[in-house]
């Protein structure tokens, strides 16, 4: 492959990122209507068998067509084990602080991601040359912390556990963000996913039985189903299969860095949906946001012309 082939940006990995991004731009609006129904375990058990479902027979057709290698089970326990445990204090969280908050609070998981993967993956160190990549992070970073400082309840929206939570969740999703690239850089990403749902729903039924009231899903009307269907899939069964996708092809730093955006996107579908109003200083943070999103994509030409 020559070196203008290697520059070209990797549109199906940008796709992937962004698509992932409206996926998780859903859910925590969800995710918080839900709050007033269900329990966080039953919650979290409810989505997930919804992701489970709908991936589980390709998972089965891969299996008995013998194109998956068995080894995957085993090793897909290290990021389903970091995926229960981050789901718990995702989920959690949104019973104690508003989605916008808490989406600010997660985004610290990018300090997490860099670190880790300038530590794991060679391929991905190249970008501490990058002018770009660091203006992008400068931006995004700037760029989140505006959008959610300049809310009008910001400084009213949280409480001590709800940040301990939120905090803990970032952690544990910078783990799982390593953790997933290196366990499924050479597996169908579709594949890697429903592998984790299952071990995922499985861990879940028990914390539902043991600390939740899953009863409580019987009581429910149309329309809270209708919220757990599809946050299951958009936030869940289709956000981490793109993300995957990402993951695979550019790392974990830049797809982590377009995340960053999310924020301002619920901002945005939280205005259309509940007639919240945006500042001007949050238009304009806004489009900082976008912006280091936007450069992060660009820095993908320094990853792929330096990558062999």
């Known amino acids: 492959m ?20 409206c996926c998780w731009s859903i859910g925590p609006i969800f995710i918080k209507l839900l709050t007033g129904y269900v329990d966080l375990w039953t919650q979290n058990l409810l989505r997930y068998s ?9 998972l089965v057709f891969f299996v008995k067509t013998n194109r998956v290698d068995k080894s995957i089970w085993r090793k897909a326990l290290v990021p389903a084990v970091l995926n229960i445990i981050m789901q718990c204090f995702w989920a959690g969280a949104f019973y104690h602080i508003n989605p916008a908050f808490m989406n600010l609070l997660t985004k610290s998981a990018i300090i997490w991601i860099t670190i880790l ?15 770009r990549f660091w203006l992008a992070m400068g931006f995004c970073l700037t760029g989140v912390i505006g959008v959610l400082y300049f809310k009008t309840d910001f400084t009213t929206a949280g409480t001590s556990t709800g940040v301990a939570m939120a905090l803990a969740a970032a952690f544990l999703w910078g783990l799982y963000t390593v953790s997933a690239r290196a366990t499924f850089r050479n597996v169908d990403s579709r594949v890697g996913f429903a592998v984790v749902t299952v071990y995922t729903v499985a861990a879940l039924l028990v914390l539902a039985i043991v600390f939740g009231n899953v009863g409580e899903c019987l009581k429910m009307g149309v329309r809270p189903w209708v919220y757990v269907v599809v946050s299951g899939l958009t936030a869940i069964a289709f956000s981490h299969v793109l993300f995957y996708t990402a993951l695979k092809r550019i790392g974990a730093m830049i797809p982590s860095l377009i995340l960053l955006s999310t924020p301002f996107v619920i901002l945005t579908i939280s205005r259309l949906v509940f007639g919240e109003t945006l500042t001007v200083l949050q238009w304009v943070f806004g489009m900082v946001l976008l912006s280091g999103a936007g450069l992060a994509v660009w820095s993908q030409q320094k990853l792929r012309a330096d990558t062999k």
């Open 117 to 131: 993967s300038l530590l794991f993956f060679a391929d991905e160190r190249v970008l501490v040359k990058s002018p």
């Open 2 to 21: 020559n070196s203008a082939a290697r520059r070209k940006l990797d549109m199906v990995a940008t796709s992937a990122a962004i698509g992932s991004v």
């Open 50 to 58: 919804v992701a489970c479902l709908f991936w589980l027979p390709l």
